[in-house]
């Protein structure tokens, strides 16, 4: 079975802190995926990386850089967390041309 | 622009009745459409996935159907359960962006 973790389920945080959401996936596959998921809006695509040290800019990349130094891992980074900033943040992986998704447990994190 | 609309409206119906979700898109080119299901604070689950040039597809009491002249999908779960119960979203992956892009999805409700 596919797993893909997440450092945690709840995060609180409080505005200007720098947050690091860690995502971890036992499939070697290329493509890593981090998401926002907030109601009415659905799940939103904020980075993505397609191979170690490469990533792409998703539709709501503002406010968030990435890291992907190994291959089965992949970091969101909030430089200075808003309150905007508050959602449910979901990683995925996949395999070639980005067929299938398979998401982690998610983060829920709130910031003061 | 590039629209992908799920029913925001919970459906509810009766164990034992057939479940009809729709997924209409717009300005959209979908090489493939594939359905998740998502539990309450959990991230979503494949289901299926329907490439372009496929009408329907089974699996178990699953049935999804893909009218790229409507522009729509339809996702059906026959003699439903109370376990059915969950959010159900639609995706598209191709075209123009060259990346999975979600509809909000439709809240599911099987009553005993």
């Known amino acids: 079975d596919v797993k893909v973790t997440q450092s945690s389920r709840y995060l609180v945080k409080r505005t200007g802190e720098k947050v690091f959401l860690e995502c971890v996936q036992d499939?070697?596959?290329?493509?890593m995926f981090w998401y926002r998921q907030d109601p009415g809006l659905g799940l939103r695509l904020i980075y993505f990386?397609?191979?170690?040290?490469?990533?792409e800019k998703g539709d709501i990349p503002e406010g968030y850089s990435v890291s992907r130094e190994k291959k089965e891992r992949f970091s969101l980074i909030l430089e200075s967390a808003s309150t905007n900033q508050t959602s449910m943040y979901l990683c995925?992986?996949?395999?070639?041309?980005?067929?299938?998704?398979?998401f982690g447990p998610g983060t829920r994190l709130l910031v003061l | 622009s590039q629209k992908i609309e799920q029913n925001s409206e919970a459906l509810n119906i009766q164990e034992g009745k057939t479940a009809t979700l729709t997924c209409n898109y717009t300005?959209?080119?979908?090489?493939?459409l594939q359905w998740y299901r998502q539990d309450p604070g959990r991230g979503p689950v494949f289901l299926l996935l329907?490439?372009?040039?496929?009408k329907e597809k089974r699996k178990e009491r699953l049935k999804v159907t893909f009218d790229t002249t409507l522009k729509q999908s339809l996702f059906h779960i026959t003699a439903s359960q109370p376990a059915d119960s969950a959010t159900y979203l639609c995706?598209?992956?191709?075209?123009?962006?060259?990346?999975?892009?979600f509809g909000t999805g439709t809240l599911l409700a099987v009553q005993p």
């Open positions: 995925a992986e996949a395999g070639g041309h980005q067929e299938t998704q398979y």
């Open positions: 499939m070697d596959h290329e493509n």
């Open positions: 990386s397609y191979d170690v040290k490469m990533k």
């Open positions: 300005n959209y080119s979908p090489a493939y």
């Open positions: 329907i490439r372009e040039n496929e």
């Open positions: 995706a598209l992956y191709g075209g123009a962006t060259n990346k999975l892009i």
